[in-house]
């Protein structure tokens, strides 16, 4: 089995395939190629993972929080920016139906939206960046959950 957080980036992919705009273009990765036949497209991956313990005794439960960037691609023309607001709500009306993440987790909450230009991808680009909090619980000492 793998390690939870792996499971939860996962259920995120899933979850955002098959959007209106975006279709199968979801890739699990920060570091993935955009082009004309990606656009628009989603990456999503880690950006940090923090964890707290809730209890003292050996094995101790902790609270673990993933936060994971939804990094979302449109190609620069006119309507760009309604473009990417459109895409940006339907990623946030697919994550807010499952808060659980299929059970893997406690609660999923995006944080915050930023969004930049891009000149050095194949075509001018527009990215739209939704970090999402996950938050679990596991044991200390079991990562697969």
């Not at 473009?83 to 139906?97: C, F, G, N, P, S």
Request: glycine share 6%; hydrophobic share 35%.
């Amino acid at each position: 089995m793998s390690h939870i957080r792996t499971r939860i980036r996962q259920n995120l992919v899933t979850t955002l395939t098959g959007l209106a705009n975006t279709g199968s273009n979801v890739y699990d990765s920060r570091v993935y190629p955009m082009n004309a036949e990606t656009l628009p497209g989603i990456c999503v991956y880690t950006l940090s993972e923090t964890s707290g313990y809730v209890s003292i005794n050996p094995p101790r439960t902790l609270d673990k929080t993933i936060t994971a960037a939804v990094e979302i691609y449109v190609q620069m023309i006119d309507t760009y920016d309604e473009t990417l607001d459109q895409i940006a709500a339907d990623v946030e009306e697919a994550l807010y139906a499952d808060l659980t993440r299929s059970n893997l987790a406690l609660d999923t909450r995006v944080t915050s939206f930023d969004s930049t230009f891009s000149g050095d991808a194949e075509q001018p680009v527009v990215v739209g960046k939704l970090n999402v909090e996950i938050r679990y619980s596991s044991v200390e000492g079991s990562p697969e959950g």
